[in-house]
């Protein structure tokens, strides 16, 4: 809405030069009593220092990206430095016992329906999220007067100040928005973990446009009534009516993203996202009127768009890359597995690298051209290690794609339908964006355990990490000494989705790699029940349904349970060492109830027999 310092309206009668101000021709700076208030209003509380809490804004988060860039370089630094062995009884520091206090708080998770519909991140997250919340709304309410005496003294402080600060965080906003984004180049956090920060601060600035519409509606109804308000908002050059139709796509933007919204109505939100955004730049454009510095705030955001779209459309994206031939896919098979599941393995170029955890954008033109979504790549670039296919013409990437709809069950249709004409799957080509994401730390080199959790096709997260891990070994470059994976399926017969990448790692390393399976719905039919001996000599599981004994799985891969975990008491069985990396991937049951799992044993550390337990979870999407 507004934010111009009106002069009053100009009176149409004769001489009103000494009229009392309780006169209603008294109603412009023609008149003295009205002029002498109109400057006692603005001497109070200025119009021009309302736009300084849009700078207060502004250097609150660019000093908090200032603290992440800190906290990065000494990740880096951490990493550059050779790892040093603990002697198992030097009790835990004082430092590390500190941050297991961090960790327990910002590891811990609300569990329940509002939870879910809002999506809540964790309690650290949600209690930063808070102070932000507390100094926008200091900023907001702390400074009085809200209203000045009459609309024509100006527009109300209130109004003014909120109206600059939400139009402050625009540039923040598009910034946590983008997959290439200047604050992971600064602090090293992935885009999807801004994203969390990105749909909040956006719940921020709709509130922030809410408070600043609010004021120009109660001012003029309490100085003329209902008329009042219809002539101030239809007023020439008023800027309450070119306010309207950015709030009211603002109120879209938000609503369509609110996670049960977004994740129900999906494609809609996907199409209509960006778009409406882009207008809702454009219009403020059109309201600020270059109002003072109001527009750096647009340019800022505009230049940090184009400077992303930019990066991502000629470097990220393969189709488009200034290092590659334009409009060329990568060649691509698809192979169906038991469970709903479709392997994809695709042949890269041998300069296409990507670290463990990383992940890409795929768009399938035979399938939809419109649509992408993002995998985890569930192995680690070639490399020497004993078992692993190696060709020096490609790199080989493979993804492992749950079907749920759209995209996702065109690709296993599509196997479906030319398996026997191809040889039990398809031959197609993928455009690749990425790759994205991926961890700072050295992990290998910083941590003696490493703790997998994965669940269903969250076992993508997980396998380039126990690859790479064990590649480090190998080269005697890493310090851990185990390496224990945790992975819950449906149906047994899903096991054998990882058991040609598993396998030879488990055989060339048979005392570091320790696997346990749980088959959460052991009563459904399966093939462990029809041939549970045949099966066992094929490496499938050997229990019968309904069957809550503990089997093996030969060779050697792992022990299979007939059962749902309980993480919170399987995990601390597993955190033995002194210093655990757990790294787990799932549904957000999972994954929350992972959280707290690590969370509560923070108590380890603090009790003195471990050094530090870290997590870090991934998301199916985001």
């Known amino acids: 809405m507004s934010m111009s310092m009106s002069m009053g309206d100009s009176s149409s009668s004769g001489n009103v030069t000494d009229l009392p101000l309780s006169d209603p021709l008294c109603n412009s700076d023609a008149c003295d009593a009205f002029k002498a208030a109109h400057q006692a209003s603005q001497a109070a509380v200025s119009y021009d220092h309302q736009y300084d809490y849009g700078h207060y804004t502004t250097w609150y988060y660019l000093a908090t990206i200032g603290v992440a860039v800190l906290v990065y370089a000494y990740r880096l630094n951490r990493n550059r430095r050779p790892p040093r062995n603990t002697p198992v009884s030097e009790k835990s520091t004082l430092s590390h016992k500190a941050l297991a206090l961090l960790r327990m708080v910002n590891y811990r998770?609300?569990?329940?329906?509002?939870?879910?519909y809002f999506g809540f991140p964790s309690l650290g997250t949600l209690a930063f999220i808070a102070v932000t919340s507390l100094f926008l709304l200091l900023l907001t309410f702390l400074v009085h007067p809200y209203y000045r005496g009459h609309r024509g003294y100006g527009?109300?402080?209130l109004a003014v100040r909120t109206g600059l600060m939400s139009q402050a965080l625009t540039p923040i906003i598009v910034a946590l928005a983008g997959k290439?984004?200047?604050?992971?180049?600064?602090?090293?956090?992935?885009?999807?973990?801004?994203?969390?920060?990105?749909?909040?601060v956006s719940y921020m600035c709709l509130f922030l446009a809410i408070v600043h519409t609010v004021p120009f509606i109660v001012q003029p109804l309490r100085d003329g009534g209902p008329e009042g308000l219809r002539k101030q908002f239809y007023k020439p050059g008023g800027m309450e009516y070119t306010g309207t139709p950015p709030l009211g796509i603002l109120v879209g933007i938000v609503v369509l993203s609110i996670p049960w919204i977004r994740h129900r109505f999906y494609n809609l939100f996907y199409r209509l996202h960006i778009p409406m955004y882009v207008?809702?730049?454009?219009?403020?454009?059109?309201?600020s009127k270059q109002e003072k510095d109001s527009w750096v705030y647009l340019w800022a955001t505009l230049a940090i768009w184009l400077a992303s779209c930019a990066v991502r459309l000629f470097h990220k994206w393969q189709t488009f890359s200034i290092f590659r031939e334009w409009f060329q896919g990568f060649p691509s098979r698809l192979q169906e597995l038991p469970g709903g599941m479709t392997k994809m393995t695709v042949l890269a170029p041998p300069d296409f690298q990507w670290k463990p955890g990383q992940h890409v954008w795929l768009r399938v033109p035979h399938l939809s051209i419109l649509q992408n979504h993002p995998f985890t790549i569930a192995n680690i670039p070639k490399h020497s290690t004993k078992g692993i296919k190696q060709d020096s013409d490609t790199n080989?990437?493979?993804?492992?794609?749950?079907?749920?709809?759209?995209?996702?069950?065109?690709?296993?249709?599509?196997?479906?339908?030319?398996?026997?004409?191809?040889?039990?799957?398809?031959?197609?080509?993928?455009?690749?964006?990425?790759?994205?994401?991926?961890l700072v730390e050295d992990i290998p080199a910083l941590y003696k355990s490493l703790i997998f959790v994965a669940g269903g096709s969250g076992i993508s997260a997980c396998l380039p990490w126990i690859q790479y891990a064990?590649?480090?070994i190998t080269e005697g470059t890493a310090t851990t000494e185990s390496i224990h994976?945790?992975?819950?399926?449906?149906y047994a017969s899903q096991i054998q989705w990882i058991t040609e990448e598993l396998e030879p790692l488990i055989n060339a390393h048979p005392d570091l790699i320790q696997v346990d399976f749980f088959v959460t719905n052991s009563r459904s039919p399966s093939i462990v029940s029809a041939d549970s001996e045949k099966n066992s000599d094929n490496g499938e599981a050997s229990s019968k349904p309904g069957d809550k004994s503990t089997t093996t799985v030969s060779p050697k891969l792992g022990q299979v349970h007939n059962q749902r975990p309980y993480l919170p008491d399987l995990l601390p069985a597993l955190l033995t060492a002194r210093r655990s990396f757990i790294i787990g991937c799932g549904p957000e049951s999972l994954r929350t109830d992972l959280a707290n799992a690590a969370s509560a044993a923070q108590k380890k550390v603090l009790a003195g027999d471990a050094d530090i337990i870290t997590l870090h979870t991934e998301s199916f999407g985001w």
């Open 279 to 287: 207008v809702y730049l454009g219009l403020l454009f059109w309201h």
């Open 180 to 200: 290439v984004n200047f604050i992971t180049i600064l602090t090293g956090i992935s885009h999807e973990k801004l994203n969390i920060f990105h749909r909040w």
């Open 470 to 472: 064990a590649k480090r």
């Open 396 to 438: 080989e990437m493979i993804f492992y794609v749950r079907a749920h709809h759209g995209l996702t069950l065109d690709m296993l249709k599509s196997v479906a339908d030319h398996d026997v004409a191809e040889g039990h799957g398809r031959s197609i080509s993928v455009h690749i964006d990425g790759p994205y994401g991926g």
């Open 109 to 116: 998770h609300f569990k329940g329906r509002v939870a879910d």
């Open 485 to 490: 994976l945790v992975w819950m399926v449906r």
């Open 155 to 157: 527009s109300p402080p």
